[in-house]
């Protein structure tokens, strides 16, 4: 059984940036290119992101990730460039297939805008620990319950994953092969689908019970073990991103 | 002082048509540390959870007659209310771990923060307990990255830490080592003299008949006896309840030794020792 | 039957949890005792090949662990998990017990009769529709041990089979070590119950952190009441009892005492 996270613990200064400025910044990287929709203003972002990925030590660690979602953008590049409605500029070929630059440029556009929302994503929850983020929102108001539940989405992956390999040893162990070759592997993947939904819902009921016999529903004020962290130029940062969003919107209303 | 009364409790489990607990009275009073024994699906766990409120609450089904904690009739609170003052210990550790915190040490603290508790407090009690239960060197380690008795240490300490003033244990040390359970017996035996309200259920039968001030004997659903664990363990028909007496009480049956009140067989090391040593040649 | 050798194992770097283990098993019916975390349910894990040793080798039969899969071992050696939870996945009793025979390449005829058999063996035999998610936890647990025994392998590991079993829980495991015994077949047990070690095995051997710090014969190793100790172990009550009457002797069953005290006493019994 692993950790239930996909938060790596660093000491980079990222790490110390305030919870609520990484959703700010998500924020931010969603709505502007919405005000803004200029290829310079992705490939910004696009540039952005790595940096602070890199900056926080954790971009390897992100990339499988980008690679899943890339491999789906690649069938919307594909599709778009050579069946888009508008369709009407040739732009180049392969092989013989002809793509168009109206329906290249609108999925290129699609693909720079998940990729920025992914990464922002990626940030958060690779340099942030669950609790921190749900206790900085407790704290400030949020509901634990609601809390519970956007600690719970963080942990879907991760407790999937780990439901997983709980289940693939007990079928290996009692015959069923799972090493090999790529058929062999999708021939082991199948059987597993059915049983870790099944055993994730018992799980989540489990949880349920162990969660109100320690008293999470009860009305008294909660506290907390950790102490409020010490983040670093939260204002700052604040305001920086803040200003950045405005500058937007100026350009926006000045062009 | 009456801690717990328990009216003509019934229940049955939605997807079953036997009942689970069938119609079951008694009195427990604070400070006392009682036991609960008896076979296989006897209905053990089900009572368990109808002191602490999953049963009617959680699991629904036919429910009747009366649970009543500290003044506090448990069909009218709510769980996480009255979990404040009657912790659980479940039967499998496993299902005990909230999922939500990364270390050994944030889960333990999970409680102690729902009940708002300064955090000097929280650490303070925090230590003492992992101290108690012998898990301070896995403190830092994922809850899930446990062996299965220390995951078991680590829910015992969890709801201890918490300092209700009713503990239903269910089974706690069925996967701690020799010394292990003798420790927790020991602990939760303290806190009982402490004045803490303690239920327990067991198999091992050589440490309830040690610690129990009373032993309640379950039987498909039914409250069979409660009474002193030598008056129990005496019983010449404990077998068709399924349960057999502890082995000293066995062996001084066997040779016919009882203890001085002549009615009773000893239940214990020391008083079986105690009876049988002048009656052996050296 | 099996042999490590030199085996060691970490789940992080820097913490060694098995620390250069050699054993030989053989058929002799064998119990392994000791601490929690000392890191018994680790060592049954290397052995059914679901974890690989850091160092050193382990042979089943004639085929090496570290060569082989845990779903090629499966056919020779199986396991029972501690957590009940962790081994069951079906979603009736029957074909959670159906699952091994069939994977190991038993026909359906052959495989539903041991299916049936183990399931008689552990007196489930007339659950088999129900949802293993809706059996107690004790049932849950002979569920997982009729689950191996249905395999019919050589060896069969059970990492602590009596949680949560009453009298006669123990009382079958105690006949199904029994018969499994009789067919000649190696039954290694991590378990806690010293007086069902006492009663049920010919071989003990006492992990402390890592280390099989004993090995012997069940008498001799209960005679050794220091290691004992530190290894965090007490003797069988019956044993206790014994000792604290004045016997040097080391007795294993209520019969051995009570025979002997017969004997002995100034009484007429
Ligand atoms: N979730 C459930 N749904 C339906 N029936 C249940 C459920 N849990 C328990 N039962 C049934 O209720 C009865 C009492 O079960 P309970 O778990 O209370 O017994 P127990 O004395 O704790 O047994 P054990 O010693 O095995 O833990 C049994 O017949 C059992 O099959
Ligand atoms: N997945 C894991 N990751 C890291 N450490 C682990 C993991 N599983 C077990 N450990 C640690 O390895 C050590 C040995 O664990 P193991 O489960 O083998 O103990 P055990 O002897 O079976 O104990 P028990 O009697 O409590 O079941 C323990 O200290 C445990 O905390
Ligand atoms: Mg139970
Ligand atoms: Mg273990």
Redesign the pocket.
């Known amino acids: 059984?692993?950790a239930l996270t996909l938060y790596e613990d660093r000491n980079t200064f990222i790490h110390h940036v305030h919870p609520i400025n990484k959703l700010i910044y998500i924020f931010i990287i969603i709505v502007v290119p919405l005000i803004l929709p200029l290829f310079p203003v992705l490939i910004a972002g696009i540039i952005m992101n790595t940096v602070l990925l890199l900056i926080a030590n954790v971009f390897k660690k992100s990339l499988p990730i980008f690679g899943f979602v890339l491999l789906i953008l690649l069938t919307v590049l594909i599709i778009q460039g050579l069946f888009h409605a508008e369709n009407a500029t040739p732009l180049f070929h392969l092989g013989p297939l002809l793509f168009y630059k109206e329906g290249f440029f609108y999925a290129l556009q699609i693909t720079l805008r998940v990729l920025n929302i992914v990464a922002a994503f990626m940030i958060l929850v690779l340099t942030t620990k669950p609790s921190d983020l749900v206790e900085t929102l407790v704290r400030k108001g949020l509901s634990p319950k609601i809390g519970y539940v956007l600690q719970s989405v963080f942990q879907i992956i991760p407790q999937m994953l780990s439901t997983m390999e709980t289940i693939s040893d007990a079928q290996r162990s009692r015959g069923m092969e799972t090493e090999g070759n790529l058929f062999v592997r999708i021939k082991a993947f199948l059987p597993l689908l059915g049983p870790v939904v099944l055993n994730s819902l018992i799980q989540t009921r489990e949880r349920a019970m162990a969660l109100e016999v320690r008293g999470f529903s009860s009305l008294r004020h909660k506290t907390f073990l950790n102490e409020v962290k010490n983040y670093r130029y939260t204002t700052f940062i604040q305001f920086t991103l803040w200003l950045v969003l405005l500058a937007a919107i100026i350009w926006r209303v000045v062009l | 002082m009456k801690k717990i009364v328990v009216e003509n409790l019934k229940y049955r489990y939605p997807s079953t048509e036997k009942l689970a607990l069938d119609d079951i009275s008694f009195t427990i009073n604070q400070g006392e540390f009682i036991g609960i024994i008896g076979q296989n699906s006897a209905g053990k766990s089900t009572l368990c959870q109808a002191l602490v409120g999953l049963v009617p609450h959680f699991y629904q089904g036919a429910y009747g007659g009366k649970v009543i904690v500290d003044g506090i009739e448990v069909k009218q609170s709510s769980i996480s209310e009255l979990s404040l003052k009657v912790g659980i210990v479940f039967q499998n550790p496993f299902t005990q771990v909230t999922g939500s915190k990364l270390t050994v040490y944030e889960e333990i603290a999970f409680g102690l923060e729902n009940m708002g508790l300064t955090r000097i407090e929280m650490l303070e009690r925090i230590d003492s307990v992992l101290d108690l239960f012998d898990i301070t060197?896995?403190k830092n380690?994922?809850p899930?990255?446990?062996?299965?008795?220390?995951?078991?240490r680590m829910a015992i300490a969890s709801i201890v830490a918490m300092k209700p003033d009713v503990i239903v244990l269910d089974e706690p040390t069925s996967?701690?080592?020799p010394q292990g359970s003798e420790e927790v017996f020991r602990a939760i035996g303290e806190l009982s003299n402490q004045g803490m309200t303690v239920v327990m259920v067991e198999h091992k039968i050589e440490k309830i008949a040690e610690y129990s001030d009373r032993v309640l004997l379950l039987h498909e659903g039914k409250c069979v006896d409660f009474a002193s664990p030598a008056d129990i363990f005496s019983r010449d028909d404990l077998h068709e309840y399924g349960v057999v007496a502890p082995v000293y009480t066995r062996v001084c049956q066997a040779l016919k030794q009882k203890n001085i009140d002549k009615k009773t067989y000893p239940a214990t090391l020391s008083e079986a020792v105690e009876v049988l040593r002048g009656k052996i040649h050296d | 039957m099996i042999k490590v050798k030199d085996v060691s194992f970490s789940?992080?770097a820097g913490?060694e949890?098995i620390k250069d283990i050699t054993l030989h098993f053989d058929q002799r019916s064998t119990a392994i005792i000791?601490?929690?975390?000392?890191?018994?349910?680790?060592?049954v894990?290397l052995l059914k090949g679901l974890l690989k040793p850091s160092s050193g080798d382990i042979i089943i039969g004639d085929s090496s662990v570290n060569e082989t899969t845990p779903a090629t071992l499966a056919k020779q050696i199986g396991l029972v998990f501690?957590n009940p939870n962790d081994q069951i996945f079906k979603r009736s009793v029957l074909e959670e017990v159906l699952f091994g025979p069939l994977n190991i390449g038993q026909n359906p005829e052959l495989a539903k009769e041991n299916a049936l058999n183990a399931l008689k063996m552990v007196g489930l035999e007339n659950r088999l529709e129900v949802n293993p998610q809706d059996l107690s936890l004790s049932d849950k647990k002979l569920l997982c041990i009729a689950s191996i025994i249905a395999m019919d392998t050589n060896i069969i590991i059970l990492?602590?089979p009596t949680i949560a079993q009453d009298h006669l829980g123990k009382q079958k495991i105690k006949e199904i070590i029994q018969s499994l015994k009789e067919k000649q077949k190696l039954v290694m047990t991590?378990i806690?119950d010293m007086d069902f070690v006492a009663e049920n095995f010919e071989r003990t051997i006492v992990?402390q952190q890592?280390k099989a710090i004993l090995d012997g014969s069940t008498r001799e190793v209960f005679a050794e009441s220091d290691i004992l100790a530190a290894a965090r172990v007490e003797p069988p009550s019956i044993t206790q009892l014994g000792y604290w009457l004045g016997y040097k002797q080391v007795f294993l069953t209520e019969k051995e005492l009570i025979e002997t005290i017969k004997t002995d006493s100034k009484i007429a019994l």
């Open positions: 059984m692993k | 060197a896995v380690r994922n899930f990255d446990l062996s299965g008795g220390q995951m078991q996967q701690l080592d | 789940y992080q913490t949890i000791g601490q929690n975390g000392a890191g018994k349910t680790t060592f894990k501690q990492d602590e991590i806690h992990f890592g």
